[in-house]
């Protein structure tokens, strides 16, 4: 099942709070594009916030798959 994830930044959080996390979390996504969890990834060039496209077996699956990564887990 394909499934829509859409970022949205935590209000209050400045570019300094998770400009450290950027690293591990470009690492992970890579992880999980060529796992095949996400299938694709999309960006706009006037907004920071990502567009995923999950392939998992459902909403509990993909909720666990974006719970991993370090900018969630941050908050």
């Known amino acids: 099942m394909k499934i829509l994830a859409i970022e949205k930044e935590s209000e209050g959080i ?3 709070q998770f400009a450290p996390h950027l690293k591990d979390e470009a690492a992970h996504v890579w992880e999980l594009y060529q796992s095949g969890l996400i299938r ?3 960006f706009r060039q ?3 916030e990502a567009v995923l496209i999950l392939e998992c ?3 509990q699956e993909a909720q666990q798959t974006l719970d991993c990564l370090p900018l969630v887990q941050a908050d």
Do not use: W
């Open 14 to 16: 400045k570019p300094e």
């Open 40 to 42: 694709e990834l999309y």
């Open 46 to 48: 006037d907004r920071s």
């Open 57 to 59: 077996a459902g909403e």
